[in-house]
């Protein structure tokens, strides 16, 4: 019987550690976010995510769009037609705009 109670008791202390190990070990999935361009506005304007995550930017206007990282213009979607989607593997924070009505904004923040 006290045989039986430790096997018991040794399974579950393994079910315990492999749990922890498959918790702590395996890489974070990178997460995949939508960006709505509508009424002249990117929706969210402010978004946080994480390293590696993908935002897809969809034009959601009659008009065209893009996405233009606003400091070095180090990305840019190019214009976008209605309907047209982009995304974009975040590596940094940012802030992004719309050359073509400058006025639109948009703000990439890392968690
Ligand atoms: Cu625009």
Redesign the pocket.
């Known amino acids: 019987m006290k045989r039986l109670i430790f096997a018991a008791g040794s399974c579950l202390l393994w079910a315990g550690l492999l749990m922890i190990q498959s918790c702590s070990s395996a890489p974070e999935k990178p997460s995949a976010y939508v960006v709505e361009?509508k009424d002249?506005k990117f929706v969210p304007e402010d978004i946080t995510v994480k390293k590696g995550d993908t935002i897809t930017f969809i034009n959601r206007?009659m008009?065209?769009?893009?996405v233009t990282e606003e400091t070095a213009k180090s990305w840019s979607s190019g214009k976008m037609e209605a309907d047209v989607s982009w995304k974009l593997v975040v590596s940094e924070a940012a802030t992004y705009y719309?050359s073509?009505?400058t006025v639109?904004k948009g703000k990439i923040e890392l968690e």
């Open positions: 361009i002249m206007d008009m065209a769009h893009d719309c073509i009505h639109m």
